[in-house]
Every structure is written in C-alpha cells, then in structure tokens.
C-alpha cells in the first residue's frame, strides 16, 4: 500500500524557517516526480515546488524555499526560509508518475503551516 507522509508543519513567526518532510512507502520512489503544493479554505490547490533530479518553484516562493529529495530514504524536503503570514496553508506532498499507459498520482495527508505575523 503507497503511503505519503507529511511531517514538520507548525505555527512559525514571520522571517522563521521551517523544514517539511515527506516519507514514501509502497513505491519506486525514485521514479515519481514529488511536489509539493498547498491549499488554504476557499481557495484551489497551488503547487509550490516540484522535483525530478532538480526543482522547480512557484514565483511566490522563488528563493524562500529549496525542495530537495533523498532517494534512499524515500523522503523529499521542503526547506522554508523567511516565512511570511501569506505563506499559511495546509501543504501536501504529491507523487506522480506518467508512463504510456497513464498516469499515477498520490497524495499525503497534509500538514499545517502557520506564520504569525
């Protein structure tokens, strides 16, 4: 059974860093594309940053945040540096693999991140 597992999320001031994890199980880790995005009430699910071998970034979190993966512990990160209150969100770790007979697609369970300002 694929399992994803967020972990890291808590109340931050403004200006404070925080370090979001994702733990796999139940798959090939190293061939799913990981992101990881975040949704705050009322509003549609946004990606935040992706990764294969390199990362990608939402223009919100360009150098804020870095997204890194290791592989053999299945796990991908989010660091977050210079939080700001807009920042707050629940954020969810994704896995996707798309092969010629279609796509996978996992989700976490999500962890909450508060920024106070």
């Known amino acids: 059974q694929v399992q994803l597992v967020e972990s890291g999320g808590g109340l931050v001031q403004t200006g404070g860093s925080l370090r979001l994890s994702c733990a796999a199980s139940?798959?090939?880790?190293?061939?799913?594309?990981i992101g990881w995005y975040r949704q705050t009430l009322g509003k549609q699910r946004e990606l935040v940053a992706i990764?294969?071998?390199?990362?990608s970034y939402a223009d919100s979190v360009k150098g804020r945040f870095t997204i890194s993966r290791d592989n053999a512990k299945n796990t991908v990160y989010l660091q977050m540096n210079s939080l700001k209150p807009e920042d707050t969100a629940v954020y969810y770790c994704?896995?996707?693999?798309?092969?010629?007979?279609?796509?996978?697609?996992?989700w976490g369970q999500g962890t909450q991140v508060t920024v106070s300002s």
């Open positions: 990764i294969n071998d390199v990362g």
């Open positions: 994704n896995a996707l693999r798309a092969v010629s007979s279609g796509t996978t697609v996992y």
């Open positions: 139940g798959m090939s880790f190293s061939l799913y594309t």
